[in-house]
């Protein structure tokens, strides 16, 4: 987190911000905006999930360039620098065109390939996320071998996008960074910082543009995918006047568009990706159409953690209580009706699937132990499954008759549940490694395999058959979080999340 530097004396009154300059800003900038470091603000610090700052900053972090402090600083002197990088900045950085372009590094010794440099089927790879020291492993999704492994930016999240062909794939960073690996040279590309404090990317369509979705500053980033430069910097301003962040922006593929969730206003988005795209009326701008034409369509509260019905007609989102979901028809921009969806749903981890020839969608919920299976036909409540806690991500696939869930919060974090998608009842409840928290599951190209992660600094992914449930081989990893197979994530595979 903080830069090696060396103290020049202790303090009698601790000072944070002055420690902070003295020690840490060469590393992470003098507005605690970031450098070799991460970004030190509050948007930012949330993600260490329960770690103590201050133990980090006394102790360091182990894999990281983050030294300890503990023998250069009193107790006392620790706090206030945890107090100062804790709290929120004077006003919202600048962070437009001109400071994102400075940022764009293309990697020197990149030269593109005519064919892979490995023999496997590319379309089967596998990405996993290492977030315990900030690494990609790429894995042959037939024997499993690990082709390469890949340095990412810090705290990598969103979920990675790949190009429509599967060749490239782009991943980003809670500060910003967005970095693009080519797959079949096994080479990073470049990377750009489209954003101070980020939330996720969504890849158009024809694979042209890249959409970044900002807390800090309030924009939407639009790249090229090609070389990584800036296409667009939209400010977030509702009708009403009011700045937003933006929560998530997501790819609608049948409508050649993004699809944007506000946090702080009640409207969502929708951004042209064609040259034909609208014309859209606005009340505020005018009409607008042609590549990024921006469509506003206005619902009661803001909405957040979107789910889209197969064919992206419909969008389901959480409301800001957590305790129902709002179905908007994307067609006619308008709210249809609401789902009862106690229990914080997470949307966003939502799958579909035929069902007695039904399409239906199944969401965990955050603060319960149940999943909600819902007929997306007329918005019913098929069933509620309980499970033995709070889950985070849920997952199947087209060829298998099973659903897989986690139970990532609670006591029983280290169980996983297997749901037949039929009955809708629990058919095998695993228990792969007692006391460690097991999450995140993604399929093979064919269903064949189900990679299920133990979520630990000395974690692993688990091979399991995905029809006998049988576990097949386990592949030590640094805490790995996301898995994302190309073919499925390309395909819009039926149970992933998209």
């Known amino acids: 987190m ?22 840490c800003a060469s590393c992470h900038g003098e507005a605690r905006l970031g450098g070799i470091g991460p970004a030190l603000i509050p948007e930012a610090l949330g993600r260490l999930r329960g770690e103590s700052l201050s133990g980090i900053i006394a102790n360091g972090r ?21 107090a100062y990088v804790s709290s929120p900045l004077a006003h919202i950085p600048d962070w437009g065109v001109a400071e994102i372009e400075a940022s764009r590094v293309m ?34 999704g037939d024997t499993f071998e690990v082709l390469d492994r890949f340095a990412t930016p810090f705290a990598v999240h969103g979920g990675p996008k790949f190009s429509p062909d599967g060749r490239y794939v782009f991943v980003m960073s809670r500060d910003g960074w967005v970095q693009k690996y080519d797959i079949w040279a096994l080479k990073e590309v470049g990377r750009i910082r489209a954003g101070v404090n980020s939330r996720n990317i969504a890849m158009s369509e024809d694979g042209r543009w890249l959409a970044v979705a900002n807390y800090l500053p309030h924009t ?6 090609e070389d990584l ?17 933006v929560s998530a922006v997501y790819q609608a593929p049948q409508r050649r568009s993004f699809i944007l969730a506000l946090k702080d206003a009640p409207e969502i988005w929708e951004i042209g990706t064609s040259d034909d795209a609208g014309p859209f009326a606005d009340a505020k701008t005018g009409e607008e159409k042609g590549v990024f034409a921006r469509r506003r369509i206005v619902v009661d509260e803001p909405l957040d953690d979107f789910f889209f019905t197969p064919d992206y007609g419909k969008l389901i989102g959480a409301s800001r209580a957590g305790d129902r979901g709002v179905v908007v028809d994307l067609d006619a921009g308008k709210e249809i009706a609401e789902l009862p969806l106690p229990g914080m749903p997470h949307l966003g981890s939502g799958i579909s699937w035929q069902r007695a020839g039904h399409d239906v969608m199944a969401t965990p919920h955050l603060k319960e132990g149940k999943l909600s299976v819902i007929d997306t036909k007329d918005w019913s409540i098929v069933k509620v ?3 033995l806690g709070p889950g985070f991500f849920l997952r199947s696939h087209e060829n298998s008759k099973y659903v897989w869930a986690d139970v990532f919060f609670g006591p029983n974090k280290d169980k996983m549940h297997v749901i037949d998608k039929e009955t809708l009842e629990i058919v095998k409840t695993l228990d792969p ?64 999340s998209h």
């Open 2 to 23: 903080f830069g090696l530097v060396a103290a020049s004396g202790a303090w009698a009154d601790p000072d944070g911000a002055g420690i902070y300059m003295d020690l």
């Open 62 to 82: 182990v894999a990281t360039q983050m030294p300890a402090f503990a023998t250069t600083l009193s107790a006392e002197e620790v706090e206030a620098v945890a």
């Open 107 to 140: 990697t020197e010794n990149y030269l593109p390939v005519q064919k892979p440099v490995f023999e496997a089927d590319l379309m089967n790879i596998t990405l996993v996320v290492e977030t315990g020291d900030h690494h990609v492993s790429v894995l042959n």
């Open 220 to 225: 939407l980033t639009i790249l090229s995918t």
């Open 229 to 245: 430069h800036v296409a667009s910097v939209r400010e977030i301003v509702a009708q009403d006047g009011q700045s937003s962040r």
């Open 385 to 387: 499954i309980e499970t």
């Open 433 to 496: 490694a007692p006391g460690k928290t097991v999450a995140h599951i993604e399929f093979t190209k064919t269903g064949k395999y189900a990679l299920v992660s133990i979520w630990e600094d000395d974690g692993a992914v688990i091979v399991y058959d995905a029809e006998t449930l049988e576990e097949v081989k386990r592949l030590p990893m640094r805490k790995p979080s996301g898995k994302y197979n190309v073919w499925n994530k390309i395909t819009f595979s039926d149970g992933t």
